[in-house]
Every structure is written in structure tokens, then in C-alpha cells.
């Protein structure tokens, strides 16, 4: 299935930024925070130990959002899960389905990680295994009816999401800003 421009940018914004999240990258070592040392003191008085930080009177930081939700205006969106990811990497693969291995390679998971993942999706009739037709001692996943439904139910969000997160561009500005970040991220691939 060919992506759309945003979802091309959105990839390619993923790629920089995590190619940026690196050991080593900025000067930093461990990530985008890595080893530097935190500011002694909050906006309120010296910060708790690492940990130690709360959202009572003693807290001086607000509470995280939940695990899987994102940061500014996004918030209240959820990131994909995986299982929903697994779907749309199908999806994406078209009627050869794919191998568990090239799922997990898409996912960048091991792939006995994904084993319970895909008998669950399995288990509720949204994938489906079949004898791979070029090594019959392999199998291949595919989607079921369902999983088809589930996975353009959720492209279609996706889309919703990236047309909104791209609205103030053009599409000379957006096949722009694709080529740039595609340079970026070719030198960056390069540095590995």
C-alpha cells in the first residue's frame, strides 16, 4: 500500500528524531538526557532525589500522563499499541502477508516478544496463519476479515491525525521538508 505524504513525513520526523535520541548524539551520552547532571534546584525550592518526585504538597513536578500518551496539545491521544501496530504493519504488507520475523524487524521487537502478541490477534480472529507458499516449512500472517476492518478503521484515524498535525503546510512545503528530512536522515544512517 503506498503511504501518503504525511505519512511519509511522519516517518521521516520519527527517523530524525530518534536517530537524534542516541548515545553520543548532542553530547550527551544515554539519550537525549543521558549523563548530564539535573539542575539543583526547581522552580519552587531544591528538587527532590531522583524518584522521589511527587504531585502532593511535598511533590514539586505534576504527575506523568498515563503510559502510551504523548505530550502537548496530543495528549489525550494514545500512541498506537502494539497489537494495533501489528495490524497496520500487515496492512502495509498487502495479500503476501508477512513472516513473524519481518513483523518483528518493522516493530524492532525479537520476535519469540511477539509470539503471544500474534496468537492473541490470532486467538480474535483478527490475523491468521497459512503455509507460505514458496517454504512450506514456513507460515505467514495475514489478516482476516476482521483484522481488515480493524487495520483501514485505524489507518484512517492515522490520517485524520497526520492531515490535522500538516495543516499549515503546503505541498511544496511538505515535499520540501520530506526531502530535507530524508538528507538528514541518509547522513545519519551514514554516521552509524
Known amino acids: 500500500m503506498e503511504k501518503t505524504l504525511n505519512e511519509q513525513l511522519f516517518e521521516e520526523l520519527h527517523s530524525a528524531r530518534m536517530s537524534m535520541h542516541k548515545p553520543g548524539m548532542l553530547g550527551h551520552e544515554g539519550g537525549p538526557h543521558g549523563d548530564m547532571p539535573r539542575p539543583p534546584m526547581g522552580m519552587d ?3 527532590p532525589p531522583m ?3 511527587g504531585n502532593g504538597p511535598e511533590g514539586h513536578r505534576p504527575p506523568m500522563p498515563p503510559h502510551g500518551f504523548g505530550h502537548g496539545p496530543q ?7 502494539p497489537r494495533e501496530r501489528i ?3 500487515v496492512l ?3 495479500e503476501d502477508g508477512m513472516r513473524q520475523k519481518e513483523i518483528a524487524e518493522e516493530l524492532r521487537i525479537n520476535p519469540s516478544s511477539l509470539s503471544e502478541l500474534i496468537n492473541k490477534l490470532e486467538a480474535d480472529n483478527y490475523l491468521e496463519r497459512k503455509v507460505d507458499p514458496n517454504d512450506k516449512r514456513a507460515t505467514r500472517i495475514y489478516l482476516t476479515e476482521k483484522g481488515t476492518a480493524r487495520a483501514i478503521e485505524l ?3 492515522r490520517n485524520e491525525v497526520l492531515e490535522e498535525q500538516f495543516s499549515n503546510l503546503t505541498e511544496e512545503e511538505k515535499i ?5 528530512l530524508k538528507k538528514l536522515n541518509a547522513k545519519n ?3 552509524k
Open 45 to 47: 525550592g531544591p528538587r
Open 176 to 180: 520540501q521538508l520530506l526531502n530535507l
Open 189 to 191: 544512517e551514514m554516521v
Open 155 to 157: 489507518q484512517d484515524e
Open 92 to 94: 502495509d504488507a498487502g
Open 51 to 53: 524518584g522521589m518526585e
Open 87 to 89: 495490524l497496520q504493519i
Open 75 to 81: 495528549m489525550d491521544r494514545p500512541k498506537p499499541l
